[in-house]
């Protein structure tokens, strides 16, 4: 579980995050909605441990994300929005390096590497140099790390960004795999449709602040709208945001 406190954030002058607030539960797929430029990213980087909020406090399962990060990093699987494999590594080394970082070893390790080797359906390409993948590969690859260690939870930064049709149908059934198995997914996208498609819980932002929160239909019912897509131009609207 993910628990968000409150958390601001400023770049200079721009407020990036002002008292943001939130709970990410396990079992459960969490989506953050906004325009681009809301604060999404800039949320998961701070619940990730690569940025220092101003205020506030987040917390990975039991551990404080600024007291204790590296029991938090421990608890967390971080796809980002780039990928950034090791070109002249295949994936299978790429994924094995991440394990070994992770503390992983020896049969143990060679054995999880095969367990997502055939979950990500990654058998062609396994053996081959990252340079050159298609974008669908690189990411299935990428999920591979994120999911070497078995991190409880799981924080995704809009996963199917340059996706073909086929390739995120693929990765939205891993994603439901994940939740499942009862794992906590938190995830940002600015896209209606895979919101719609995962979403447990939805959390809509915009201007660095929360507009709503609630399933699906409950934010249906706080907007008056039948259509989630109207929901969250409504909300957004109410912001001042153009989506």
């Not at 999911?147 to 409880?152: D, F």
């Not at 719609?196 to 699906?216: E, F, K, Q, S, Y």
């Amino acid at each position: 579980m993910i628990t968000v406190h409150n958390i601001s954030k400023h770049f200079g002058t721009v407020q990036a995050l002002q008292s943001v607030d939130f709970t990410a539960a396990d079992g459960r797929i969490t989506g953050l909605l906004g325009p681009n430029g809301a604060g999404k990213s800039t949320t998961l980087r701070i619940i990730s441990t690569v940025l220092k909020p101003d205020s506030g406090s987040v917390l990975v399962d039991h551990s404080d994300v600024l007291t204790d990060s590296l029991g938090a990093r421990m608890q967390l699987g971080v796809l980002p929005h780039a990928s950034g494999l090791y070109p002249r590594l295949t994936a299978i080394e790429n994924i094995r390096y991440y394990g070994e970082l992770n503390g992983l070893e020896g049969a143990d390790l060679s054995s999880r590497i095969d367990e997502l080797v055939t979950l990500l359906e990654m058998q062609e390409f396994a053996k081959r140099p990252a340079k050159g993948f298609s974008q669908g590969q690189r990411i299935k690859v990428a999920l591979a790390r994120v999911l070497v260690h078995r991190p409880r939870n799981v924080v995704l930064d809009e996963p199917t960004n340059g996706l073909d049709v086929m390739a995120t149908r693929a990765l939205r059934a891993i994603i439901r795999r994940i939740r499942d198995a009862g794992h906590c997914v938190l995830f940002s996208s600015h896209v209606m449709q895979e919101i719609a498609a995962l979403c447990d819980d939805i959390i809509i932002i915009a201007h660095g602040r929360i507009m709503a929160r609630g399933t699906p239909d409950e934010i249906r019912q706080q907007t008056g709208e039948n259509d989630l897509e109207e929901a969250f131009v409504k909300v957004v609207g109410e912001a001042g945001v153009t989506p």
